[in-house]
């Protein structure tokens, strides 16, 4: 896992610097995007302190995807539409939630080229090859809107937001530390970022911005103060309407749409600063300090060894709404608040509780449980399984039906006799459909990438 997470955080600076070298054509404007987009808080904090795969991931694919984007705006290849299909997929598998929110700058993007370039047949083309890649994701999302009616439901439904303030500073180290005594994290902008957001600022109200630039830089801009604004408590009407996407705002997750933004916006500034000796100095100043203002935090602070998977494994019946190893939405609807999971961790898997009767686990994997049950009499049994749609209950090969009972764990009534017990998790069908779209669409999209690259090389040989 260090390897990948170290992998992901090398190439998300590699494909910045490719994405900004193609939409600016200056090595220190892609250069300067990628050290701010390596050194942004919020990617330390993902990289270092969180250590989360999705995100880092995502860290990493966003600006690879806005490349193929710009570069099939560029240079019309077919190979770039195939591939903004292909790793629109990989996103929504890193992080869907995130995905949808990255997905909509893309869009936007596109809108925002052929509006000021006239490039409505490729941008036509652009955005057919994204919504291709979302459909191909479908597997990804489909499970929150299909589940929705039996997942937990937040309780509380109440917004909370970071204090904006902390976007701005850290309260440890003078500032430069992200992270607290006692593991709270400093989800901020940057101070490099902000600086550079208010120079962009001041010299766009006094007109020194080049005017072939000038659309461009209005159009992050823009973006940025709204992604601003999404994290103020003020935004909040805003949210109201998207109740899938409110678990972005009070983990920072927004922060990462922003760290891309902000690392746009310091190429385009190096394009308008860039010019006499002076500025230049200023630059490198600039650059230096985005880097050495991070060095705190380019390690963990400390790791405790005696905590281990083992132990964190033992203690995530214990997590509650809010607080744990887990996530609220992955119980079902009948859970109880007070305890959220269990008052106490069940001693057996399958448990008896009406009738008399003998149990004996034969197999326990994560979709199939089995027994041999001699009830002696007509047995109610409770099998400490969350009730979702899928299990399914057979009682020597015979279709036994099931229901949530207390706190939702699959409850049945099992006749008198000697019986081999089956619980058995299956897709719905509608999920299973959409996986056979999903699989269909990347490995068709996997095999037109082939055939490209193979007539490529043999034209290439041919020349």
């Not at 409110?246 to 922003?258: A, E, I, N, S, Y």
Request: aromatic share 20%; hydrophobic share 50%.
């Amino acid at each position: 896992m260090k390897i990948y997470l170290g992998l992901a955080f090398f190439l998300s600076g590699i494909f910045m610097y490719l994405w900004v070298k193609a939409l600016t054509n200056s090595k220190i404007a892609s250069f300067t995007a990628a050290i701010f987009y390596l050194f942004t808080p919020y990617h330390l904090i993902d990289f270092h302190f969180r250590a989360t795969p999705g995100e880092s991931t995502s860290f990493a694919l966003i600006p690879l995807l806005f490349y193929f984007v710009t570069k099939y705006f560029k240079e019309k290849k077919f190979i770039f539409l195939i591939l903004s299909s292909i790793f629109t997929i990989l996103l929504f598998l890193a992080h869907p939630l995130l995905a949808f929110v990255l997905f909509g700058i893309l869009v936007l993007y596109i809108f925002f080229w052929a509006y000021i370039n006239k490039d409505y047949y490729l941008s036509f083309l652009n955005l057919f090859a994204l919504v291709i890649g979302f459909i191909g994701s479908i597997h990804t999302w489909i499970p929150f809107f299909i589940y929705k009616p039996y997942m937990f439901q937040d309780p509380s439904r109440q917004l909370s937001f970071i204090n904006f303030v902390s976007l701005f500073y850290s309260p440890w180290r003078y500032g430069f530390l992200f992270q607290g005594h006692y593991g709270e994290l400093a989800l901020m902008i940057g101070y490099t970022q902000i600086l550079v957001i208010i120079i962009l600022v001041l010299l766009f109200i006094t007109k020194k911005v080049p005017s072939k630039i000038k659309s461009y830089l209005l159009f992050w801009l823009c973006m940025f103060f709204f992604f601003l604004f999404l994290m103020h408590p003020y935004s909040n009407i805003i949210w109201q309407f998207l109740p899938n996407l409110w678990m972005l705002v009070p983990f920072g997750r927004l922060l990462l749409p922003t760290a891309v933004i902000t690392s746009v916006l310091a190429g385009y500034f190096i394009l308008v600063f860039y010019k006499s000796k002076t500025k230049r100095k200023f630059i490198y100043l600039l650059i230096f300090f985005t880097i050495g203002s991070t060095m705190l935090n380019w390690g963990h602070r400390r790791v405790i060894p005696e905590i281990d998977d083992k132990i964190l494994r033992a203690g995530v019946w214990k997590s509650t709404v809010t607080e744990g190893v887990t996530a609220y939405f992955l119980n079902n609807k009948w859970a109880d608040l007070n305890s959220f999971w269990f008052s106490e961790l069940p001693k057996n898997h399958l448990e008896i509780t009406e009738g008399k009767g003998i149990i004996k686990q034969i197999k326990r994997t994560s979709i199939m449980h089995t027994y041999i049950i001699n009830a002696e009499t007509p047995i109610a049994i409770k099998e400490n399984t969350l009730y979702f749609p899928g299990w399914s209950l057979k009682s020597n090969y015979k279709q036994i039906p099931i229901y949530p009972g207390k706190r939702g764990v699959i409850n049945a009534k099992l006749p008198q006799g000697i019986q081999y017990v089956e619980l058995a998790y299956e897709d719905m069908p509608i999920y299973k459909l959409t996986k056979m779209i999903s699989a269909g669409i990347f490995l068709g999209l996997l095999f037109i990438l082939l055939i490209n690259i193979f007539k490529f090389r043999k034209i290439s040989k041919k020349s």
